[in-house]
């Protein structure tokens, strides 16, 4: 026998109206002989809430439901049949016993119950006796009113939850849940069937530990109660009257705060469960920590490093963090070899991890409780809580700028030793650094920012946040002040690297870049890298080292190289990247063998590709950047031999519309520099559009285009191309092995790109997206190229710069520096 009813009627329609007028105005309660007809509505006392049908977007179905009465449908926050709508406005709500489409289930049947909509929205059965045998407000729908409750019995692991509609338009029941999970310590959480997908935090007796903004006057009334009888509950309540405040789960999982003051029509939402993506469950993996103020968010807890870094920089860091150095329990336990006792490093302001073990041990006994114990990997103490300790993965930590608690995380001795050393390493480096590289310069720069010649000062400085290390670069770029601020990168442990290259060892070296040797190397999980050890104690490689991690850390393309993170340790600094299998660009167009691999349509694929990274650094990443050192040895090859441009160590960023600057340091590779930058310092996108007509030329006609430097008839590639240009007979230029007559036409055009990329005068240079519509013949016609500069012999070496400069001898693609006169 049922008690509210909700029955399709077509019948009754007659007699119906006649009782309507009784009591159509505003009642708040049914009983067996009043009851409601579609469209009439229950008002409660107070007028706050109405109990009726309603339909919602465009749809015919009729659902029966309570909302508050102002301003509109869009509050609806109960619904009673959410899965079994009506499809016309025939629907009925009595006190009976027959032709259900929805009932309360409820089976204490009585001629003479009742049921009232009260002003709290509890629409509530009462027997003939009046006690209440069923109340709406322990059945919640998708909102969480004032005095309701969402519990779990632990007995029997019943629960009470808000369900999500499935969709703004239709209440039927979603997949999204939210209750409370009463192990340990409480914790509110919202499922995505079973799945967590948002955490609270546990329950301090006041607020959610992983609510830092739970304090808000709003949230005073929350409560958490633990009934004593098996059930967990949470609740709120509001004193006020003249506030209405509720909790709703959207659709799409969030759980919402909305507010309205009374008499004012507008609701307002004043908490959100999703205020970044830090708020989704465990985003960054086990033994990561997330900060939503980050870009990105994701880092690994101190001592960690990522488990696969590539997905890692790809973004996915779903497979989280390992520890870099075991612990000293571990290994005293597998050799027998002791060491320093592991220590605990204190992260504060934390959402702490998920599946704390709980105990009532005192702060001191929390914490050699922990040491203790190996399995023990974090504690932490809270006065409202007490100790929690956690074993096994640290998963779903937050990172917040106040609130929160104070995690202690275990770790090896030789990684809190090393927080030290890493502060003493960056401010020694700094100091030397300063008067190193700045003490003679420094006094110029202070002259020139006087004088208001728009240069950058660059100070850098490794900090450390508490969460990770974290690089920061203070760029002032022009007159913008700009701020750029270092992406995090993943730091590896020295002793990885070293391991992954066999010891560094020459076997592994892949080739000697700007400022220092490049080894091939592959990590424990099989995936091969590239290692750039930067050479010791060169103060100058410092800075290009820094310079290369801001640049690259901050762009990705796929003809671009990408750097996968970086590792400082004592002296040591060294950088990450992909794997290149296939080496330079200059090891197969220079090689009487190799050469012949690539073919004109590789040649054409790899300087389109070229071509689109270069556009990438003008123009689409998020920042200008100018290479400044584009040629043959810094463009690498994939397996596919797809180019990738690499070594950004003298790249420079470009602020807002500045689009030239100067410099007094010039650095670059003999006839790859465009005669303004060479001579005077000055340097632009058309400074590396230059070199790419230098590397255009080489690609086509397989010389370097140094090779000519001691023939007496030829100043250059470039003037013996100009000189062949002149003379119509172009097609000499082209390589041999790629001197097909079907692509003869196809190869003459790009000569003819080359040679308008080389011009003398910046400005008759094409941009980089011009050369490229030239190369796919989207502009058919071309100017006639201008005569290029022959300039190479007039530059003067400075011979005291950097250490590079050792190997020029034997090699002149080496990078050199010039500190110009002027
Ligand atoms: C509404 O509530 C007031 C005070 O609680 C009471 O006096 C009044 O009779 C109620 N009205 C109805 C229609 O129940
Ligand atoms: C409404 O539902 C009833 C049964 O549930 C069905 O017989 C009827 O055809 C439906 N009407 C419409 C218009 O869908
Ligand atoms: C009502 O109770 C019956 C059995 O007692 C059960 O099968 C049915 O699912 C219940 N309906 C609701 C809406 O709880
Ligand atoms: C129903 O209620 C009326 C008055 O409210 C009372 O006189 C009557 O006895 C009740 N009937 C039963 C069966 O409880
Ligand atoms: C409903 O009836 C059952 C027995 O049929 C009884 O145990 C229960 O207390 C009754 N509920 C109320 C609210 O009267
Ligand atoms: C919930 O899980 C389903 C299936 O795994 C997924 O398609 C959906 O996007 C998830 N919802 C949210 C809000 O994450
Ligand atoms: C209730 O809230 C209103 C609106 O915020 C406020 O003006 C009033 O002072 C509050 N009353 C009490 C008793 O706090
Ligand atoms: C939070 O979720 C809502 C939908 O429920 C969405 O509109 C909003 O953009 C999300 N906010 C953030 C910061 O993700
Ligand atoms: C993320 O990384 C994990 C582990 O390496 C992998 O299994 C998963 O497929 C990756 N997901 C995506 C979307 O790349
Ligand atoms: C030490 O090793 C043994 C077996 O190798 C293992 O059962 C035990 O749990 C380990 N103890 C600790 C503290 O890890
Ligand atoms: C260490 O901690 C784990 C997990 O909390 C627990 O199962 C185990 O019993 C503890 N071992 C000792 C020796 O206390």
Known sequence: MEIISLKSVTALLLSLSVICFGFCTAIDTMTSTRFIEDPETLVSNGSAFKLGFFSLADSNNRYVGIWYSTPSLSTVIWVANRDKPLNDSSGTVTISEDEIVWSSNVSNATSNSSAQLLDSGNLVLRDNRGSITWESIQHPSHSLLSKMKISTDTNTGEKVVLTSWKSPSDPSIGSLSAGINP???PQLFIW????????????????????????????????????????????????????????????????????????????EVTWRSNNSECDVYGTCGAFGICNSGNSPICSCLRGYEPKYIEEWSRGNWTSGCVRKTPLQCERTNSSGQQGKLDGFFRLTTVKVPDFADWSLAPEDECREECLKNCSCMAYSYCSGIGCMSWSGNLIDLGKFTQGGAD????????????????????????????????????????????????????????????????IYDMNRLGDNANQVKFQELPLLALEKLATATNNFDEANKLGQGGFGPVYRGKLPGGQEIAVKRLSRASAQGLEEFMNEVMVISKIQHRNLVRLLGCCIEGDEKMLIYECMPNKSLDTFL?????????????????????????????????????????????????????????????????????????????????????????????????????????????????????????????????????????????????????????????????????????????????????????????????????????????????????????????????????????
């Open 407 to 470: 995690l202690y995380i275990r770790l090896a001795h030789s990684e809190l030793d090393k927080k030290r050393d890493m502060k003493a390493i960056i401010s020694v480096t700094i100091v030397i650094g300063t008067i190193a590289i700045g003490i003679c310069t420094y006094f110029s720069w202070r002259w020139r920012r006087k004088q208001t010649v728009k240069d950058k000062s660059k100070e850098i400085l490794l900090s450390d946040r508490g969460d990770a290390y974290q």
């Open 183 to 185: 192990l340990s310590i």
């Open 590 to 822: 220079f090689d009487p063998l190799k050469r012949e691999s690539l073919d004109w349509r590789r040649r054409f694929s790899i300087i389109e590709g070229i071509g689109r990274g270069l556009l990438y650094l003008h123009r689409d990443s998020r920042l200008r950047i100018i290479h400044r050192d584009l040629k043959a040895s810094n463009i690498l090859l994939d397996e596919n031999l797809n180019a990738k441009i690499s070594d950004f160590g003298m790249a420079r960023i470009f602020g807002g519309n500045q689009d030239q600057a100067n410099t007094k340091r010039v650095v670059g590779t003999y006839g790859y520099m465009s005669p303004e930058y060479a001579m005077e310092g000055r340097f632009s996108e058309k400074s590396d559009v230059f070199s790419f007509g230098v590397l255009l030329l080489e690609s086509i006609s397989g010389r370097r285009n140094t090779s000519f430097q001691y023939d007496e008839q030829y100043l250059s590639l470039l003037g013996y191309a100009w000189t062949l240009w002149c003379e119509h007979n172009i097609e000499e230029l082209i390589d041999e092995t790629i001197a097909e007559a079907r692509f003869q036409e196809e190869i003459s055009r790009c000569i003819h790109v080359g040679l308008l990329c080389v011009q003398e005068s910046a400005k008759d240079r094409p941009s980089i997206s011009t050369v490229l519509s030239m190369l796919s013949s989207e502009i058919a016609h071309l100017p006639p190229p201008k005569q290029p500069p022959f300039l190479e012999k007039q530059i003067a070496i400075d011979t005291e710069s950097s250490q590079p400069r050792q190997n020029e001898s034997s090699s002149n693609q080496v990078t050199v520096t010039i500190i110009q006169g002027r």
């Open 192 to 267: 995505n069937g079973s799945q967590p997908y948002w955490r609270s935090g546990p329950w301090d007796g006041q607020i959610f530990i992983g609510i830092p903004d739970m304090n808000s006057v709003l949230h005073n009334g929350f409560q958490v109660v633990d009934d004593k009888e098996g059930t967990v509950y949470a609740t709120f309540s509001v004193a006020n009257s003249s506030i209405f405040l509720y909790y709703v789960l959207t659709p799409q999982g969030t759980l919402v705060e909305t507010y309205r003051e009374y008499g004012k029509e507008e609701w």
